[in-house]
C-alpha cells in the first residue's frame, strides 16, 4: 500500500505564495511519475503540474500555471512539491497529490487526501 501526505495548503491572500508538499511511503517502492491536482467548488478534478521521476524530470503544466508555479522532487525521499507564486482567487482549490510507479512489484496509482489552498481576493 502507498499512502502519500501531503502538507502546506492554507489561506493566503492574491499575490502570495504557498508552497505544496507530497511524501510517498511503502514497501519497495519505484515510482515513475508525481503530480498535483486541484478540485474547486463545482467542477471536475484538473491536472496542475506533474513531473516524471524516472524519466529525466520532465514537467508538466496547465496552461493556467505556467510561469506561476514550479513542480520539483527530491527523488531520496519521495517527495514532490508545488510552489505557488503570485496565487490568484481562481487557485481557490483542493489540491490532490497524485502518484504512480510500482510497489512491491505491483503497478499503483495513489492519490493523497487533499490540502485545500484558499486565495482571498
Known amino acids: 500500500q502507498v499512502q502519500l501526505v501531503e502538507s502546506g495548503g492554507g489561506l493566503v491572500q492574491a499575490g502570495g505564495n504557498l508552497r505544496l508538499s507530497c511524501a510517498a511511503s511503502?514497501?519497495?517502492?519505484?515510482?515513475?511519475?508525481m503530480g498535483w491536482y486541484r478540485q474547486a467548488p463545482g467542477k471536475q478534478r484538473e491536472l496542475v503540474a506533474s513531473i516524471s521521476i524516472s524519466r529525466g524530470g520532465t514537467t508538466n503544466y496547465a496552461d493556467s500555471v505556467k510561469g506561476r508555479f514550479t513542480i520539483s522532487r527530491d527523488n531520496a525521499k519521495n517527495t514532490v512539491y508545488l510552489q505557488m507564486n503570485s496565487l490568484k482567487y481562481d487557485d481557490t482549490a483542493v489540491y490532490y497529490c497524485?502518484?504512480?510507479?510500482?510497489?512491491?512489484?505491483?503497478?499503483?496509482?495513489?492519490w493523497g487526501q487533499g490540502t485545500q489552498v484558499t486565495v482571498s481576493s
Open positions: 497524485n502518484a504512480d510507479g510500482y510497489a512491491m512489484g505491483f503497478p499503483f496509482t495513489s
Open positions: 511503502g514497501s519497495a517502492l519505484s515510482i515513475h511519475g
